[in-house]
């Protein structure tokens, strides 16, 4: 392995790089993947059938109260890949699981937002517009869920191994993932809710 | 015993018990061969935990003949059912079956992997690399299609078959309508299978730009790495929606949710756009590649270079573009009023102005050429005029009010057949013709593989064109028989001698594999064609790690004028080379995804939930694992560059 002194550790060698390119490409895949769910949203937004409307059950406390939290965590991310480059491990730690606990908090307030949801009568089989409701919230929370993990696997690997290579390429990685799932969350903040409560 | 039940095949028949029968007797002849052989831990080593991106071309390969076999076998069937009015061959459920099925095996389990084979073959050494960017992942690549088209092909004696079209289109796809489990089977499998090429499409764009030799700039790429860049853009934009749609139908026929149902606020069209907005890109990630391999196999014969290089990328550009603006056409029927048919009846008809710059480079590549007719350009050569019929009539179809005629008409199923054998079926015999001596070091034989293509050649005409007339007429697809008294008879008998020419041109091909591994010499040259293109700077077959030393690229036939004008090739000495580890662990994954799309498709949950908990297992697995590979010795490279024949000085 050649490595590179002048870029930072996670670019550093060539494989790095072509982990990072290989992200960026999936990331366009993931777009392409919630662009058809947004626009089935928008195609199904008013086919209620028999169930409510989106006026009807989106309150806003907890959907400001989730998108603070997000908005915060990838912020705290983004301090994370600072301290990494600066190669403070014990700092960078520290931010990184403030993320996973804030998207922890986050992936309770979405169970708790989709039991009111079901309580109100807009469960997922109730009509077009509740199916594709919670398919588009639901797929945003797997992915969110899945960092999770995700990133705790991540956490353990520094904890053992430090800042090399191959760990600050995984969470420079991550942190894309990351910021991406906020961009999304981001679109569905304005156009499902905002939007739904116009 | 109920839950047995569920197993059971709805529409049961003599044909399939003997398949059941058929397929447990290769199942065990397969065991009991590999034991007798102690063949196992060959397999396993070798083949199924390699990340050798050409081992695992080849296996896709392997794959995507067996799966033509099983198509081919659809389409006889079909072709025989209908060759005289009134037959009682098959009955109008089977029929159904054989159809779906035909059109899913063909797309996505045959062709797919034909042009994944060649891809995953030729284009690392096109581009002079040592393996593609993620080797792992192309390994799971393949194992997720595999299994996904394992689990499609077991339908039909575990469940019953998907009967609503290779489309499956809601409502007829929905609970009410298909009520066998066999539209679960195709929404999984094809859901499995495609999260494998998608990763094909990741893997292949990060390898094409950043692993090309020193000196090969993008517009010095050999047009077949060319056109699988541009394939596995469209790969990556395109599948995602598919995904999308498959999960939105398999949680309307397993969880009664209400996207494509027609009460409750749901809409059946949506999936028909959906569909299509992946469909039509999907014909585009067909014929790409086998362009490419035709503008590969056109110079190396015409003994010229190819004409209009530029104008042949632009013009792959500007396809994979509108691919993705022309898909309302496969439903003009459908009620978007006139001003939506006229603007997709547009971008489809300005799809022919870039294919046809592509089909007169080729001519104009052939101009004043010193033609050798070999196999694969037998092949080129037969592709231009059928395709430019199928073509053509393709442009019929794009004018939205003159399709009314045509629409849901055999007319339709010609023209698509003769965009989709002379475009990708043809391009890839050619290819695999083409580079089986850099894949298995010895030719195939010429003689048998002309006949072969002649026979398919002419059978795909005898077979196709009198379609067109019977559409005309108004014979409709998808109808299991018709009455005398509508005169389609004689039409569909010649269809069908068509059909058995195409069926005794594939048998040729087969028996032309197993002619020339027993008979053809070994004895043969690196580049026995004499070709132009990097793959052929190497030995023939191949050494793992491709080339000893990366070669330095200055020109667009970089191979070619190292030959005729003696520009060096390699510089430098033998190094270390560095190489990925094998792994058990995608062949383990995918196996897991199999069993999860079993239960899924009987609604089996706890079995799904324990085979997604080990789905997530292995990415754990992989997560924390270190995997830095080994290195090859000099040593080692310079035995086995002296065993295999000299370097490639």
Known sequence: ?????????????????????????????????????????????????????????????????????????????????????????????????????????????????????????AALQTSGFTSILLTTLGTHGAHVTFGLFWGLFILIQIKKRGLTPETTNKSFIFSLYWHFLDVVWIFIFSFVYLKGMM | MEFFERFAIPHPSPAIYASMVAIGLTVIAIIVGLTYFKKWGYLWREWITTVDHKRIGIMYLISALLMLFRGGVDAIMMRAQLAVPENTLLDSQHYNEIFSTHGVVMIIFMAMPFIIALMNYIVPLQIGARDVAFPRLNALSFWLFFMGAMLFNISFVIGGSPDAGWTSYFPLAGNEFSKSVGTNYYMIAIQIAGLGTLMTGINFIATILKMRAPGMTLMKMPMFTWSALITN????????????????????????????????????????????????????????????????????????????????VWSMVIICLLSFLVWVHHFFTMGQGALVNSIFSITTMAIAVPTGIKIFNWLFTLWKGKIRITTPMLYSLLFIPIFTIGGVTGVMLAMSAADYQYHNTMFLVAHFHLVIIPGVVFAMLAGLTYWWPKMFGFMLNERIGKWAAWLIGIGTCVAFFPMFISGLDGQARRMFTYSEATGFGIWNMIAFFGAIMLAVGFVLIVYNIYYSTRYASRDIPADPWDARSLEWATHSPVPEYNFAITPDVNSRDAFWNHKKNNQKLFKGDYQEIHMPNNSGVPFIMSALFFVFGFAMVFSVWILAIISAIGIFACMGHRSLEKDHGHHLSVDHIKETEEKLGGANS
């Open chain 1, 1 to 121: 392995m050649n490595n590179d002194q002048t870029q930072p550790l996670e670019y550093s060698t060539e494989q790095n790089n072509l982990n990072i390119l290989g992200f960026w490409i999936f990331i366009g895949a993931e777009i392409m993947l919630f662009a058809t769910l947004f626009a089935s949203y928008f195609l199904l937004e008013n086919r209620t059938g028999g169930g409510p409307a989106g006026e009807e059950i989106f309150t806003i406390s907890p959907v400001m109260l989730e998108t603070f939290i997000l908005l915060t965590s990838s912020f705290t991310i983004g301090l994370g890949v600072h301290a990494m480059r600066l190669g403070r491990q014990k700092a960078m730690q520290v931010f990184f699981t403030v993320t996973l606990l804030l998207g922890l908090a986050f992936i309770g307030l979405e169970i708790y937002e989709f039991t009111h949801y079901v309580h109100e009568g």
């Open chain 2, 233 to 312: 853009i469209i790969i990556v934009f395109a599948f995602p929606v598919l995904t999308v749609a498959l999960a939105m139908g398999t949680m309307d026929r397993l969880f009664a949710t209400h996207f494509f149902t027609t009460g409750n606020g749901g809409m059946d069209m949506l999936w028909a756009n959906l569909f299509w907005v992946w469909g039509h890109p999907e014909v585009y990630i067909l014929i790409l590649p086998a362009f490419g391999v035709y503008s590969e196999v056109i110079p190396t014969f015409a003994r010229r270079n190819l004409y209009g290089y530029r104008s042949m």
